[in-house]
């Protein structure tokens, strides 16, 4: 990994969120960002249909 990929990783940690690598088959690395947030749901929203 090049240091341009570690300072991203990084700071995408700092935020306190999560990272994901991928090595794709020419060698690259992608980096997938994962976040997290709360959803807010309505009232018997999961009850309705196969929920």
């Not at 969120?17 to 690259?28: F, Q, S, W």
Request: glycine share 12%.
């Amino acid at each position: 990994m090049t240091e341009r990929v570690i300072s991203t990783i990084e700071k995408i940690l700092d935020r306190g969120e999560r990272v994901e690598l991928l090595k794709d088959p020419g060698g690259e690395v992608k980096i997938l960002r994962i976040r997290r947030e709360t959803v807010p749901v309505e009232k018997g929203l999961l009850h309705r249909g196969k929920g």
